[in-house]
């Protein structure tokens, strides 16, 4: 029941594509659903994050859509360019900030 | 502000040795967090601190495995003995609050336990 479920494993997209990473959680007691970004050799670092009383976030190229009902949420990348090629992990979230990762997707942007 | 830093950056170490990695969190997080990751088994958190106090240890894998907080601004992972399935990228990573907070991960540990 605290299992993140994230599709693809990976994904290839063309300059200017829109990317779509899904996530489906089982624990109805998640409130708190980021997603992070990880480059080679780096940490992965919070790329943008929602709370389920709203349906969609926008922060710059980067949307989450998010519905509560069926329990999932996914990443939209709008214009995706070469720059965005990374892994994209899914997280949740109940209590004292303890993340439960999905198993992330490797992102790669042709140009 | 300098990040998280984590230190060693790589550790080769043989199968049976001790290894200690180290972790300096951001100064005025209350929350520290140990993660593991591999291609297997993705990103694992291992063990938390609030306040230097360790809350949940629930994923540290075996008893070979021990962390320590003795103030808010080191922490040590330590494994003893180490085996090659320990092999693995270990990230620190701190956070300011609870509940919805961003947690700031470090470069990570690349261990290699030949």
């Known amino acids: 029941q605290q299992q993140v479920k994230q599709s693809p494993q990976s994904l290839i997209v063309q300059k200017g594509g829109i990317p779509i990473i899904n996530c489906a959680y089982e624990n109805t007691a998640f409130d708190y659903f980021p997603w992070y970004q990880q480059f080679p050799g780096k940490g992965p670092a919070l790329l943008i994050a929602i709370r389920p009383d709203v349906s969609e976030k926008k922060e710059g190229r980067f949307t989450i859509s998010f519905n509560k009902s069926a329990k999932q949420f996914s990443l939209h990348i709008m214009d995706s360019q070469p720059g965005d090629s990374a892994t994209y992990f899914c997280?949740?979230?109940?209590?004292?900030?303890?993340?439960?990762f999905g198993q992330g997707t490797i992102l790669t942007v042709h140009p | 502000d300098a990040g998280v830093i984590q230190s060693p950056r790589h550790e080769v170490t043989e199968m049976g040795q001790e290894v200690t990695l180290r972790c300096k969190p951001i100064?005025?997080?209350?929350?520290l967090f140990w993660y593991r990751q591999t291609m297997m088994r993705g990103l694992e958190l291992l063990i938390y601190f609030n306040n230097n106090v360790p809350i949940d240890d629930s994923g540290m894998p075996e008893d070979r495995f021990s962390a320590k907080m003795p103030n808010a601004s080191f922490s040590t992972l330590k494994i003893q003995p180490s085996e090659p399935r320990d092999s693995a990228v270990y990230f620190c990573a701190s956070s300011p609050s609870a509940r919805g907070s961003e947690q700031f991960f470090g470069p990570g540990t690349r261990l290699t336990v030949l």
């Open positions: 997280a949740a979230t109940s209590s004292y900030g303890k993340l439960t």
């Open positions: 100064s005025g997080h209350d929350y």
